[in-house]
Structure formats: structure tokens, C-alpha cells
């Protein structure tokens, strides 16, 4: 038996979130079973505890679309009983059962050894978030950081913590946005020398080009903020796009990609293959300071998950949540 918190959904359409006892034979089919130790919060999370999203195929579901653990049955010969490992995306916590729970059953294709340097503790203060912002850190390195500030948006959330982190450890000028005030602090604290307020940034302009200002930028909001970024950004200067919380639309023009070369890089972390996740975790492990994502861990347990998931879908997280789902 193991402890897993299981999505509901009854004959109205409603879902409810309980902890529950659940017998192993509950486990989906799969190469490779993991005994969790830690789960993480992202907003797809919250919508798979709550009304779905459209995300969740089946019900009962177990969500969490990160886990990392360690191995205690596999057929498949890259993993061993002992091993530790970690899982983020493949759909799974979507349309597969995930990591809200002490036991998991998955696909060996789904998961990658724990890199050298992290706990699992530290893997899932990371977790999908950490890792999206790895990645578009990399793929910014990948096309050439301009001088100048690099713009964070959504910068107290989990993705732009971590990149606020990692980019101010790498030595880039980093500026947050942030829509509230009170994370001013927290965000300095990471490493960023320039907040700015959401209200100053949140909107379009009739202009397509404005003042070259930012060096880079890695975007989590989308929306009008993107849209009035990609007019401010350097002569061949890139934005990666992690997100979309400030919506979908985006009422740009072409202008800042023919005059100026601006680059905008679309970031998955779901499907990511193999190798390009492995050189993701080992820079993780080398450029993220360990204080600094210390600081970013709001501890959770299982029963904890229901309210949180409430909150993270109105904007209400800071940092990282990190769930022990033994605790």
C-alpha cells in the first residue's frame, strides 16, 4: 500500500482531491518503479488537482508532473533497484499518473539519473520549472546574450526564479518583473539589480520599436508583455517564451524580426529528447547556486496540495514548492 493523492471527478463534472491508500496493483503499466521521495508545484499541476485544464484524459488521476526517487523494481537494463532518478514532462501527471504519490510506475525512456551534486530534495526544488529555465537560459547562450540587462518576466514564479538565479550566477545583469511589489526583496536576493513593475511593462504600444533596452529575455507571461518586450529588445537579441499566464494572443508585428533580428524561441521542456535534458541537469548542477535555490523552497506534504494548487492558479506561489510526499 502507499499514500497518493487522487483526482476525482464526479457525475456533475466536479473534482474533489483526496490522500488516499492505494494498493500497488493500482499502478499503471511500466519498465521501471520508483519509490518518490519529492514532487514540486507548477501550474499545470494546479489544474490537474483542480478542474483539469483539459489536460487530464482519465479519472481517478494521480497528478504531479514531476518526481524524483529511487528505483525499486526495473526491466529495462539502464536503471537498477538503488538508482536514482528523475522524471519531468512526458505528459506524465497529465495523461499518465504522476508524481503525487509515494510509489510510480513509468516508462524508462521517461527518466534520466539523478545528476551528480543534487539530492532529489534539490532535484525537485528544480523540478520541470528549474529545468524550463535551464533550458532557455541555454538556447539565449545558444543564439548569443547581447550586452545589457537580461529581462525576466513572471520573475518570483518558479520558472523565472530559477533563471533570475542562474543568469545573475553566470554574471548577466538580470532585471525581474514582477506584479508584486513585496517580492522586490526575494528577487535581489537571487541576484536581480533591477526590478520592474509589471504596470510599467504590461501593456502594448502603438510603436513597433521602441528604445533598444534588453540584452535578452526570458519571457513566462506572454500576452501584451511579450508583445511590448519584443519592441524593446537589442539588435539580434532573443527572447525565449516559457509561458503564457498573461495570455495566449500576441498583438505584435513582424517589425522588431526584419529590423532589428530579433529572435523568439518557443521552449518545450515536455518532449525535450534525451541528451539535450541530460546537458540541461549537468548545467543545472554546475550554475544554479544550492543557497540560492535554498531560499527559493516553500516545504509542502500530499495533503498540503489541494489549497496550493488553488493558489499557484492565481498567482499566488513565490519560489519553488517542494512536496515530500512521505512527510
Known sequence: MFKALVVEKNEDGKTNATVQELSMDRLPEGDVTVAVEYSTLNYKDGLCIGPGGGLVRNYPHVPGIDFAGTVEA???PRYKAGDKVVLTGWRVGEAYWGGYAQKARVKADWLVPLPDGLTTRQAMAVGTAGFTAMLAVM???DHGIKDGPVLVTGAAGGVGSVATAILANLGYEVAGVTGRPETAGYLRS????RVVAREEINETVKRPLEAEIWGGCVDAVGGDMLARVLGQMKYGASVAAVGLAGGAALSATVIPFLLRGVNLLGIDSVMQPYDNRLRAWARIAQDLPMDKLE?????ATLSDLPALGRDI????????????VNG
Do not use: H, N, Y
Open 74 to 76: 526495473s526491466d529495462d
Open 139 to 141: 538556447a539565449l547562450e
Open 190 to 193: 537571487l541576484g536581480a539589480t
Open 295 to 299: 531560499a527559493m523552497i516553500k516545504p
Open 313 to 324: 492558479l492565481k498567482g499566488q506561489i513565490q519560489g519553488r514548492v517542494v512536496v515530500d
